[in-house]
């Protein structure tokens, strides 16, 4: 069945998930679980931004830019505290209908803040409906110009969230309180909830790759991966590319969203760094190494890349790695690094030195 | 009144008046051709009854509703389907993906009901398969249902979008030279083909410029030349017309 098939990786994902968790258990190296959670949590925003690239045929250079908006929401809600303003009609009506909570600071101040539930929603909306709102004019824009006007997109939200106090400037925002989902089941970098947060993170991304993978086998993304194909045609058989590529903008934006939020509560904060420029281009370098149209390839380049830049092995220069990735892919693997062929490389490698013989001679 | 009715459609690019005042019309269940030289506004015209170019002036009505103006997504829905000068497949999907895109229309499962892969979608996406390797079928190339369509031959490709257009059950047809790099047997079959899809109750209008080819299977003929309408006639008697023969075989008098 297509079906099975379709899903048979998804299990095998799930064991390989369940077998590193134990092989870290007993070798004792669980310290890996805090970036593998990292890289799962960044994975969400891959997959997403690889729908939108890969089979949208639709590029996004700021998609750190929604990373942030779920992030910061998420991180300033739950931590400014809202007693100042308690009078507030707005206030006392949210604390009344319990999506305000009380809690004690570091130094045992009183807090009133958002209900992460709340906070979470409101960031992921947030998100979506700025995606809809600066999707409809800029989804206009083809190619480079779509680069441009998302890079500009994402240039803004850097800058306000260096700019404005509430966000925290240079700062960012930290004391970001955990995040229970379920009752004994918290989103949080506390070293006892490591392994717990390890398997929240990855049902998060095991969710999200079920449903896309079920959008790009369904009828919609027939229609998707079509107008990626030939927009014209895809018109003409009947498909409103406009509103659909639309769709799959504010989807992702979504995606990136949601995991901008995890990944705050996880860390307990969030700084400027994950709305910077270089964040929407590592997320972009990644969909490319991963073969553009292929989900799984996006999830694997996601953790693998993710988790090496975490474990710092690309040092100072991590920026720049992502970069000598973009270009060396678009270069010699357009198609993804795992679609290569290497015994194919190798023939057309020797066949373009057979086919210059007079310079084989002069060495 | 007659399915397609064109009234006075003019589209100028700068200074060249690419379409100049075209008014005919097509009946229901016809194979009306449009012929003329290069450049004489064929393709123009096609794109202004498809929708992907607005006409500067004059109408097109189609089941007597006025159709330009309207987005080309908006006109496939009201039943008119078409295939392209240069074949248009979406690459990276395969024949039988690219010919499912044709019940694009014809179904309706959501983003959501996609997403969560919703058990009502499903004999749907069945019926949909089903009815697009009928179409692959029906056009010869069934058998290339599952390669990528990048990698099939000229004529298997010309099949595939001849299938797709057909999968949106259209009420009229327009054909972009679909003869175009054939051979003499493949376009023969294409005009047993285009004869099939009209008993079949579909309306066609066409494009073409092999001339054996649309005296055989029109009903009528539209020849033009510089974006005017020069003639519109019966095959037999656009055969005699003076006019015609001039513009494609130049002056008689040197």
Redesign the interface.
């Known amino acids: 069945m297509d079906?099975w098939k379709r899903y048979i990786p998804v299990l095998f994902l799930l064991a390989l998930v369940v077998a590193v968790q134990l092989i870290t258990h007993f070798t004792e190296t669980s310290y890996y679980l805090t970036q593998l959670t990292m890289s799962a949590y960044y994975s969400v925003v891959v997959i997403g931004l690889c729908v939108l690239m890969g089979y949208g045929g639709q590029i996004s250079l700021g998609h750190a830019g929604f990373f942030a908006i779920g992030g910061y929401l998420a991180g300033a809600l739950t931590t400014h505290s809202l007693l100042p303003i308690k009078s507030h009609g707005l206030v006392a009506f949210l604390h009344k209908i319990g999506l305000l909570v009380a809690s004690k600071d570091l130094y045992g101040g009183d807090l009133l803040t958002v209900e992460p539930w709340a906070a979470c929603i409101v960031a992921v909306f947030t998100a979506g409906i700025i995606a809809l709102a600066i999707g409809g004019p800029v989804l206009k824009l083809k190619g480079h110009y779509l680069a441009m006007a998302t890079l500009g997109f994402g240039i803004i939200i850097f800058r306000i969230a260096l700019a404005s106090a509430y966000f925290g400037e240079a700062d960012g925002i930290s004391g970001v309180p955990s995040f229970k989902l379920l009752p004994g089941l918290e989103v949080s970098g506390s070293f006892g909830a490591r392994v717990l947060n390890y398997y929240i993170a990855w049902m998060v991304v095991i969710m999200g790759i079920i449903?896309?993978l079920?959008?790009i086998h369904?009828?919609?993304?027939?229609?998707l991966?079509?107008i990626?194909?030939?927009e014209?045609?895809?018109?003409?058989?009947?498909?409103?590319?406009a509103r659909y590529k639309l769709?799959i903008f504010v989807?992702s934006a979504v995606f990136a969203a949601l995991a901008g939020v995890l990944v705050t509560h996880y860390n307990g904060g969030i700084g400027p760094s994950e709305a910077g420029v270089m964040k929407s281009v590592r997320y972009v370098a990644i969909v490319a190494v991963g073969g553009m149209?292929n989900l799984w390839g996006a999830l694997i380049m996601g953790i693998v890349l993710n988790f090496l830049s975490l474990r710092g092995v690309f040092g100072s220069y991590d920026d720049a790695v992502f970069g000598v990735i973009l270009i060396v892919i678009m270069l010699f693997a357009p198609e993804g690094i795992l679609n290569i062929n290497p015994w194919q490389r190798l023939k057309s490698l020797f066949s373009l030195l057979a086919a210059k013989p007079g310079e084989n001679t002069t060495e | 009144m007659a399915l397609l009715e064109i009234d006075n459609l003019n589209r100028h690019f700068g200074g060249l008046h690419a379409v100049n005042n075209v008014s005919f019309s097509v009946e229901q269940g016809m194979i009306k051709a449009v012929i003329g030289p290069n450049g004489a506004g064929k393709t123009t015209l096609f794109n202004l009854i498809?929708g992907?170019l607005p006409a500067n002036s004059g109408t097109v009505n189609f089941n007597s509703t006025k159709i330009n103006g309207r987005?080309?997504?908006q006109i496939?829905?009201l039943g008119i389907?078409?295939t392209?000068q240069n074949i248009?497949?979406?690459?990276?999907?395969t024949a039988l993906?690219?010919v499912?895109?044709?019940r694009?229309?014809r179904?309706k499962?959501?983003?959501m009901?996609?997403?969560?892969?919703l058990p009502w979608?499903w004999p749907?996406?069945k019926q949909?398969k089903d009815r697009s390797m009928e179409y692959l079928d029906l056009l010869g190339v069934a058998d290339c249902a599952d390669i990528e369509v990048s990698n099939l031959a000229f004529g298997q490709q010309r099949g595939v979008e001849f299938a797709?257009a057909l999968a949106?059950e259209p009420t009229l047809l327009l054909l972009d030279e679909p003869a175009a790099g054939l051979n003499i047997y493949e376009t023969a079959e294409i005009g047993r083909l285009i004869s099939k899809i009209r008993e079949s109750g579909i309306t066609i209008l066409l494009v073409e410029h092999d001339m054996s080819l649309v005296m055989d299977i029109s009903d009528e003929i539209v020849v033009l030349s510089f974006g005017e309408k020069i003639a519109e006639d019966l095959p037999h008697n656009i055969q005699q017309n003076e006019e015609v023969i001039r513009i494609y075989l130049g002056y008689e008098d040197v």
């Open positions: 079906l449903l896309l079920n959008l369904s009828r919609v993304g027939r229609a991966r079509s990626h194909g030939a014209e045609a895809a018109n003409a058989m009947g498909v409103n590319t769709y989807l149209a | 498809a992907n987005k080309p997504y496939a829905r389907s078409r392209y248009k497949l979406f690459h990276g999907m993906e690219n499912m895109l044709g694009h229309i179904s499962a959501g983003f009901a996609g997403m969560l892969n979608t749907e996406e949909i797709r949106t």
